[in-house]
């Protein structure tokens, strides 16, 4: 994944997982910089499956669903066990599917191979969601033209009422019914959830890119013959009600939703005849050698 810009270099990449706690991804890591967000929140490692979310940050595995139940998907809330002796590999099996995720960081752009293992025709959503560590001077790119949907915690901000019983309202990126959403600070008390994605033939790859003063942090997602897509978590301190905080969540995605109760057809993935869905997460680093 090159950046393509005058004086960008690439910055090698480490990760380490926490797999016993739900396979989370607790480091991603490169010159000096650490990318993932993390709060210190004890009650993560006493989770169970259907428990509600825990956010200790990092980067969660959300898989069937995002929204709606289980919280953030079944995954996250499981032990996940060893595949091979280095410990690149890891396999979770919940009530529906096993998932399997072998990680090479070998040659610093961190590469993340998935299988899911279902019945033909299961449907599910999948995100990979990373909360970064950014400044208020962060902003969010994505590749090509996407359609952003905007979910009903959007509401407060969309300057007209909310469509009565819709689901989501969609218009383009990246200022949709005028919401900066590439703007990814300071905080301003706003909370709000988005998916982006494009139409057409070139759905089965999606590439979000954060840039933060001379860094910046690509993350690509491919699956062929599925619907795939940016999410986007930009809570500026406005959620939770009771303790606010701010978190940037940019989240590669199978699926155009986030509670795979509100799936239409096209919206969601779906399991072949062969049982098998396999996708790749591809995330490398850059730093800009002039500066930002």
Request: proline share 6%; hydrophobic share 35%; with cysteine.
């Given at each position: 994944m090159s950046e393509n810009y005058p004086g960008s270099e690439a910055v090698p990449l480490s990760v380490r997982v926490d797999a016993t706690h739900g396979g989370r991804w607790?480091?991603?890591?490169?010159?000096?910089?650490?990318w993932l967000w993390q709060r210190d929140e004890p009650l993560r490692a006493q989770v169970v499956p259907g428990d509600r979310f825990v956010d200790a940050g990092g980067l969660e595995e959300c898989i069937p669903t995002v929204r709606g139940t289980p919280d953030h998907g079944d995954a996250w809330s499981r032990a996940w066990t060893a595949g091979d002796?280095?410990?690149?590999?890891?396999?979770?099996?919940?009530?529906?599917?096993?998932?399997?995720?072998?990680?090479?960081?070998?040659?610093?752009?961190?590469?993340?191979?998935?299988?899911?293992v279902a019945r033909p025709g299961y449907r599910f959503i999948w995100a990979g969601h990373a909360l970064l560590d950014l400044s208020g001077d962060a902003v969010l790119e994505i590749d090509g033209s996407p359609r952003a949907r905007l979910f009903p915690e959007a509401a407060p901000y969309l300057g007209r009422p909310w469509?009565?019983?819709?689901?989501?309202?969609?218009?383009?990126?990246?200022?949709?019914?005028?919401?900066?959403?590439?703007?990814?600070?300071?905080?301003?008390?706003?909370?709000?959830?988005?998916?982006?994605?494009?139409?057409?033939?070139?759905?089965?790859?999606?590439?979000?890119?954060?840039?933060?003063?001379?860094?910046?942090?690509?993350?690509?997602?491919?699956?062929?013959?599925?619907?795939t897509g940016i999410a986007l978590w930009r809570n500026l301190g406005g959620f939770p009600p009771e303790g606010p905080y701010r978190s940037i969540g940019v989240e590669p995605m199978?699926?155009?939703?986030?509670?795979?109760?509100?799936?239409?057809?096209?919206?969601?993935?779906?399991?072949?005849?062969?049982?098998?869905?396999n996708w790749r997460l591809t995330i490398a680093a850059h730093r800009n050698e002039n500066g930002a």
């Open positions: 607790t480091q991603l890591s490169g010159a000096g910089r650490e002796p280095e410990g690149s590999e890891h396999v979770v099996r919940c009530r529906d599917f096993e998932l399997r995720r072998r990680i090479d960081a070998g040659g610093g752009v961190v590469v993340a191979d998935y299988a899911l469509p009565e019983g819709a689901a989501w309202v969609e218009e383009q990126w990246p200022e949709p019914a005028g919401i900066p959403l590439h703007i990814l600070g300071p905080g301003d008390g706003s909370a709000t959830g988005a998916v982006m994605y494009q139409r057409g033939e070139t759905s089965s790859t999606a590439t979000a890119r954060v840039r933060d003063g001379a860094d910046s942090l690509s993350l690509r997602v491919q699956c062929d013959g599925q619907p199978l699926g155009r939703v986030f509670d795979l109760a509100d799936a239409a057809e096209g919206d969601c993935a779906v399991t072949p005849a062969s049982g098998v869905v």
